[in-house]
């Protein structure tokens, strides 16, 4: 058995969580205070997952950078590799919100979109 | 290699008031500066005091040139076009035991001839100054002290000469000065430049070229002086510059309105080893702090914006020395100019262009140009003109600097100009721009990228003071 | 000037309080209405904030700030409302005439039925910090970095540290890191962090960036470009304890030490400031000592989340257009206001202020939102509320900590009970 400790994100409380696990199977989640830091500790131990923000360089429009980021939450060991990809990423402009700026990025099989109106 | 008649070590107040007298004569004058930019030295950072005079010695050259440069400040303040104010000064006595030294102080202005000395009572103090300490029990008041802009100054005095032909040598660094059959060899970073004289104005080190020409050696040492400044909505405080009967380390420290309407504080008086070492420190800042409280009450410290330190060139025999080096014919010093330097300035300038004059046989000009106009600013307009003058030129309508309402045109100027700003603080010092509140925070950005495009540069290489100071490291993901 | 508009309402400040509050102005039958915004596009501090958590509250789904804009910005095209962009206001006068620049226009001054003050906040500067040390390029605040890296693409340095743990800083420290900056460490003056535990986790902790609390910087290096910094320990009143000194090479600060509420024209025009929040004194309609002249957001009192900016904004739009329409309806809204009392809010232990800081029960809406912040960190305690000395409610907090806002809620039946009342006095009460 081991243990794992993590603090609780949901409120400024920031519960410290200590959470029993065998193997990758959570047993026991103690020192949470609601629900939430239970559920909060089972996701972030086995599948944590990140939104990501970033910025891609445009060419020709009212503002030399976008902000873009991924359509829903990937793998945060992803995360890195994932703006990596944005690296050399040159969009010419318009672009307009929820533009796809790349597919199936570091093939987590999210897209990445632009979250700002470039005109 | 180069030549000129006259080359002046240091664009500082006192090399640039220098070559101002000295471009009112037939003369090929050159000033060596090291930094990028006018007023980087000592010139920048103190308190922008105009002093009365009664400070120096009876009989002193400090006491002379103190006079006399109070008295010309006026004219110049008008032909430069810079702010100077007769705000008056006050030193605070505390105790009735220390009246001796405060009448010491009072008869030594008079002997230096300083006009309109009075020593007031505890009650007139306060009532011409209500935020002065409840302690006060006399005070020393000098109308004729004063508030200047030291950077206004400094770049005022270096515009107007160049706009009578002194040339300016920005990112030049004398190293080594030889002495030739006639005249000295100066061998810069820059290469090698060549005088018959040469004007030793080089602040804190000007013991060091001193030292190179002549055998009787001088010291300068840095004397630290660390201030805190207020925010300009703590700028009516006080009306007078306000001081402490002076102690063993110059004149404590001083609460003063400066020209531009914030409220200044300080200097120590910390002397140091590092000619460089410009840093404030927490035990000089604390001391700021406790020694404000002997002379004024009530002070919103919440209100500091910045606090910076600057380096006085104190020689050891307390006096300033002015003069063509007996032991080396046509090096003229310039040295050990600290308070009253900027004071002074306008009588060193005249000295030193005395001196030469005699030397040289110098003639006067006849197209000397007076003069020179300041950076336009279109807060001094009224609302009609500068509706004009937005009409004119559309970067007087866009604001840059938001703390001081600093238009884009403004810096334009400050850039266009003759000795133009190249960096961020060459903008700030001559605009103001940066200089408020937010300190820089919402206009650094934008004053980049005008700087960018006026010089035609990248803005990866636009510096906040020149040489190694470039404010970005790089692009987005550039080493990912 | 021959250069004069008019508008019943103009709103200085086109950031999210300036937008939430010209819709709802709008929305309540207002139409000449004008937002006068410096920066060049409307959404103010939002359109740097490119990270995700906003509008939870307002929109029930996460955005960035720069989409969270665009759902105003929206707004603000379909309704049709004027405004003006890289348009400085240098001046408001007593009487509601605003002095504004522009590029295009010049000077112009427009008269205004009502103002609504939303000029937002700025950061405090390394000065106001009395930061000891060398002045180097290379110090920056958060905020200016922000801007730089995310609207401008510039990186302001490889290797970093930051001093201030509120939300601004932590965010930088992930931006930085995934631009490609080393960021080495996050100091904080004070014993907890101002920040929320999901950015020490997500910015922080996701990328091994250590976290020192109690810390701050007593010396910068380097003449011309920063060379490091020191970090010491300071002690219970904030003084650096001797001999735990600690040098980080960097060639980067970022300071994220503290928000400023921009009152300078407020003051300029006679508004009364509140010392504790540096903002406006207002009253339930979110209104000054000035008649007619309301204020929201930020530049009122430092808020935590925008949803919450949007939602004072969105009060003060309402209550501006209401003033708009009576004052055409009646001209009497001066001597109406006089005679109803108004009740004084009042702090008590561990908070710090109130917005509103007075209540008019007879003006008041069925329900009236009174925000504050709390002074220290409180954990299992009561929020109080106190009519006249007499507890009127409590409820019950796990934790309250300075860096989130609070708020309790009064009804107008509440204040209607107690005809007399003088004085409402909110304090934190351990459990």
Redesign the interface.
């Given at each position: 058995m081991e243990e794992k400790n993590l603090i609780c994100i949901n409120c400024p409380l920031g519960c410290m969580l200590t959470v029993a696990m065998d193997g990758k199977k959570i047993v026991s989640v103690a020192g949470n205070t609601c629900r939430r830091g239970d559920t909060y500790a089972r996701k972030e131990l086995t599948n944590p997952t990140r939104i990501v923000t970033s910025t891609v360089r445009v060419l020709g429009g009212s503002e030399s950078m976008v902000s873009v980021k991924t359509k829903e939450d990937i793998p945060k060991g992803k995360v890195l590799e994932c703006v990596r990809a944005l690296k050399d990423v040159v969009l010419p402009a318009p672009v307009k919100i929820g533009d796809v700026i790349l597919e199936d990025a570091a093939g987590t099989g999210v897209s990445i979109v632009a979250t700002k109106n470039v005109q | 290699m180069q030549e000129y008649e006259v080359i002046i070590i240091g664009a500082g107040v006192s090399g640039c008031a220098a070559a101002r007298e000295l471009s009112r004569y037939d003369v090929k004058v050159c000033v060596l500066e090291k930094e990028e930019d006018v007023c980087c030295g000592t010139s920048k950072a103190n308190s922008g005091i105009v002093h009365a005079g009664y400070d120096a010695p009876v009989g002193s050259l400090k006491a002379q040139m103190n006079l006399r440069g109070n008295e010309m400040m006026e004219k110049l303040a008008e032909e430069l076009d810079i702010p100077f104010v007769r705000n008056g000064s006050l030193v605070v006595c505390r105790s009735e035991e220390d009246m001796p030294k405060l009448r010491e102080l009072y008869d030594r202005g008079i002997a230096n001839g300083v006009k309109g000395l009075q020593i007031l009572g505890r009650e007139e103090v306060l009532a011409k100054e209500p935020n002065v300490t409840e302690e006060v029990y006399a005070a020393l008041y000098a109308p004729t002290g004063g508030i200047v802009c030291p950077f206004e100054l400094n770049i005022a005095l270096a515009e107007n000469a160049y706009a009578n032909g002194a040339e300016f040598r920005f990112g030049t660094e004398v190293q080594e000065i030889r002495r030739l059959e006639e005249g000295y060899e100066l061998v810069t970073d820059q290469g090698i430049f060549r005088a018959g004289f040469v004007v030793n104005a080089a602040g804190v080190y000007a013991d060091r070229f001193h030292n190179m020409v002549s055998g009787r050696k001088i010291e300068i040492t840095a004397r630290r002086g660390d201030y805190c400044l207020l925010d300009k909505s703590a700028g009516n405080h006080v009306k007078s510059t306000i001081f402490t009967l002076p102690g063993k380390f110059g004149k404590g420290v001083l609460v003063a309105p400066t020209a531009h309407g914030n409220l200044i504080l300080g200097p120590t008086a910390i002397d140091i080893e590092d000619k460089e070492g410009t840093n404030t420190t927490r035990e000089g800042l604390d001391q700021v702090l406790e020694r404000v409280g002997m002379n004024a009450k009530n002070l919103p410290m919440r209100q500091v914006i910045t606090s910076f330190a600057g380096l006085r060139a104190h020689e050891k025999n307390d006096e300033f020395v002015i003069e063509e080096l007996e032991d080396a014919p046509g090096f003229i010093d310039c040295a050990g100019i600290e308070s009253p330097g900027l004071t002074s300035c306008p009588a060193v300038g005249e000295r030193i262009a005395g001196i030469l004059r005699e030397r040289m046989g110098l003639t006067e000009k006849k197209d000397f140009i007076s003069v020179r106009k300041g950076i336009l600013k279109p807060v001094t307009l009224p609302k009609e003109e500068r509706a004009r003058l937005i009409k004119e030129n559309p970067a007087y309508g866009n604001i840059i600097c938001r703390c001081e309402m600093i238009t884009e045109g403004e810096i334009i100027d400050a850039i266009r100009r003759p000795l133009g700003a190249r960096s961020l603080d060459g903008v700030k010092r001559r605009t103001r721009a940066g200089m408020g509140r937010c300190q820089a925070g919402f206009c650094s950005p934008r004053v980049m990228e005008i700087l960018a495009r006026e010089w035609d540069i990248d803005i990866r290489d636009v510096t906040k003071s020149g040489g190694a100071s470039k404010v970005l490291a790089g692009t987005n993901k550039d080493i990912l | 000037?021959n250069?004069q508009l008019s508008a019943d309402i103009v709103i200085i400040g086109g950031g999210p309080a300036g937008l939430a509050a010209a819709v709802a102005a709008k929305k309540n039958g207002i139409d000449r209405i004008l937002i006068l915004e410096?920066d060049r596009e409307l959404g103010g501090i939002l359109?740097q904030c490119?990270?995700?958590g906003f509008g939870l509250h307002t929109f029930k789904e996460?955005?960035?700030?720069?989409?969270y804009a665009?759902r105003f910005i929206g707004q603000i095209l379909e309704l049709n409302i004027a405004y003006k962009l890289?348009t400085?206001v240098?001046d408001i006068s007593r009487d509601k005439v605003v002095?504004a620049?522009?590029?295009?226009?010049?000077?112009f001054e427009v008269r205004a039925g009502a103002v609504i003050l939303a000029m937002g906040c700025?950061?405090r500067?390394?000065?106001?910090l009395?930061i000891?040390?060398?002045?180097?390029?290379?110090i920056?605040?958060a905020?200016?970095a922000q801007?730089?890296?995310?609207?401008?693409?510039?990186?302001?340095?490889?290797e970093v540290v930051i001093l201030g743990s509120g939300d601004i800083g932590l965010i930088m420290a992930r931006r930085m890191t995934?631009?490609?900056?080393k960021v080495k460490v996050v100091a904080e003056l004070m014993p907890y962090s101002g920040g929320?535990?999901?950015n020490?986790?997500?910015c922080l902790?996701?990328y091994g960036i250590p976290l020192k609390l109690s810390h701050t910087v007593?010396?910068?290096?380097g003449?011309?470009?920063l060379e490091g910094i020191t970090l010491a320990e300071v002690d219970g009143r904030g003084k650096?304890i001797p001999g735990t000194e600690e040098f980080y090479s960097c060639?980067?600060l970022l300071l994220s030490v503290g928000l400023i509420p921009e009152n300078?024209l407020s003051?300029g025009m006679g508004v009364e400031l509140n010392p504790v929040t540096s903002g406006p004194r207002v009253n339930e309609s979110l209104e000054t000592n000035i008649e007619g002249v309301f204020a929201c957001g930020n530049v009122l009192h430092v808020h935590d989340l925008v949803d919450f900016v949007s939602e004072e904004a969105a009060a003060a739009g309402k209550n501006a257009a209401a003033y708009v329409r009576a004052a055409k309806e009646t001209a009497g809204r001066a001597a109406e206001r006089a005679s109803f009392p108004a009740v004084r809010l009042t702090v008590g232990t561990g908070v710090r202020y109130t917005v509103p800081e007075t209540i008019c029960a007879e003006r008041m809406d069925e329900h009236q939102t009174v925000r504050f912040r709390v002074g220290g960190v409180y954990?299992n305690c009561y929020v109080s509320v106190y009519f006249d000395g007499e507890r009127i409610s409590r409820r019950k907090k796990?934790?309250?900590?300075p860096?989130?806002m609070e708020e309790i809620m009064l009804t107008k039946k509440q204040l209607m009970e107690y005809p007399d009342l003088k004085e409402i006095n909110v304090r934190i009460e351990e459990a």
């Open positions: - | - | 000037m250069n410096r359109n490119i990270h995700n996460e955005l960035t700030g720069p989409e665009a890289n400085m240098m002095t620049m522009n590029r295009e226009e010049g000077l700025r950061e500067p390394r000065g106001a009395n000891p040390g060398f002045r180097p390029a290379g920056f605040s905020g200016t801007r730089l890296v995310n609207m401008e693409g510039y990186l302001p340095g490889r995934l631009e490609g900056a929320l535990k999901r020490i986790v997500q902790d996701d007593v010396d910068i290096k003449k011309e470009r650096p060639d980067t300078e003051a954990k796990a934790v309250v900590a860096g989130e």
